[in-house]
């Protein structure tokens, strides 16, 4: 039996980003985070103190506008981390003495089940998150990369951990963005393969005396294709249109 996703939260999750340097990273995180239902977003000591008004956040939040009028600047990651009962870092390496290190899909189902309130913080784009910053959380979330290549963008890191942490409180549901396809059914496959036979017949490609498998053949193909309605009407065009060049 799968749980049903649980509704939009934002008060129990809090996205806190430390040091940033760069307006577009802060823009992209506050859309990451919404695109994935959060809200809650909080700075620690960026270097623009008014980078929640700059117009390259702006641009690249592309309408999580509501997100950055939302976000407060903090001086300290204490200040950050007010009222929070689980708070995870996010490193590229692990810290010696520092909390264990998870991947975050192995991490998160669990957290999720605790009910706590969490935030996940994330270091500026030059050095990342200091030790000390580091060792007062309970645990790191490493995302696996390529062995040889492991550097994120901010932004990219804090989208992965949004999608996963979204995931594991039970996710969105999917809604699909095209119609269920109008598929031909069995009968009507079978009255375009009677016209086919008519029309092989008359070209020659088709012996009636001595068939083979062609038209079972022919059958199977159709079915491995599963053809729409509208694409059965071609081939059925198609003959249809050979058999009159036929005749003149």
């Not at 009028?69 to 003495?97: S, W």
């Not at 696996?144 to 290549?149: C, F, K, L, S």
Request: with cysteine; glycine share 6%.
């Amino acid at each position: 039996m799968t749980s049903s996703p649980q509704p939009i939260d934002d008060t129990r999750t809090r996205f806190v980003l430390v040091d940033t340097s760069h307006a577009g990273n802060v823009g992209a995180a506050a859309r990451a985070i919404k695109v994935m239902g959060f809200a809650d977003l909080v700075l620690v000591a960026p270097r623009d103190a008014d980078v929640l008004r700059s117009a390259q956040a702006l641009a690249l939040a592309s309408g999580a506008g509501d997100v950055l009028a939302r976000a407060r600047v903090v001086g300290t990651l204490a200040d950050a981390l007010d009222g929070v009962q689980f708070v995870c870092a996010t490193a590229m390496t692990p810290r010696d003495f520092g909390p264990p290190v998870f991947a975050p899909r192995a991490k998160l189902p669990e957290l999720a089940q605790a009910n706590a309130s969490v935030a996940f913080v994330f270091g500026g784009e030059r050095f990342g998150l200091a030790n000390d910053d580091v060792y007062r959380c309970h645990a790191c979330l490493s995302v696996p990369t390529a062995p040889d290549y492991g550097s994120l963008n901010l932004a990219q890191a804090v989208q992965l951990v949004a999608y996963e942490w979204r995931q594991a409180l039970g996710g969105f549901d999917v809604r699909p963005r095209t119609p269920a396809p109008d598929l031909a059914d069995a009968q009507e496959v079978q009255a375009a393969l009677a016209h086919w036979q008519e029309v092989l017949v008359v070209i020659g490609f088709l012996d009636p005396q001595a068939p083979k498998r062609l038209m079972p053949r022919l059958n199977q193909l159709l079915n491995r294709a599963q053809l729409r309605r509208e694409e059965l009407h071609i081939l059925r065009g198609i003959a249809r249109a050979a058999a009159r060049h036929l005749a003149d």
